[in-house]
């Protein structure tokens, strides 16, 4: 899971979860999906790159992606 503030635009959104997660690799996209509950869909250049996000961030690894959860950062 990643907190976040839900209240920005998911522009805003996508650009933060962009930064965080690439200390682990090369991000090639971020969706946000808030319904039915908020969550990034992240793509990672390398799959390797995406298991240890999926790992990191308690997240769903599919191929090259990683679902991840966010909440209300407190």
């Not at 522009?11 to 690439?22: D, I």
Request: avoid cysteine; aromatic fraction near 4%; proline fraction near 3%.
């Amino acid at each position: 899971m990643l907190e976040v503030d839900l209240n920005e635009t998911d522009q805003t959104l996508a650009q933060v979860v962009r930064e965080t997660v690439s200390t682990i690799g090369r991000v090639t996209a971020v969706d946000i999906h808030r319904h039915p509950s908020p969550f990034a869909l992240v793509q990672m250049a390398q799959h390797m790159q995406t298991l240890e996000l999926a790992a990191q961030y308690g997240g769903s690894a599919f191929g090259t992606s990683v679902l991840i959860h966010l909440a209300q950062k407190a």
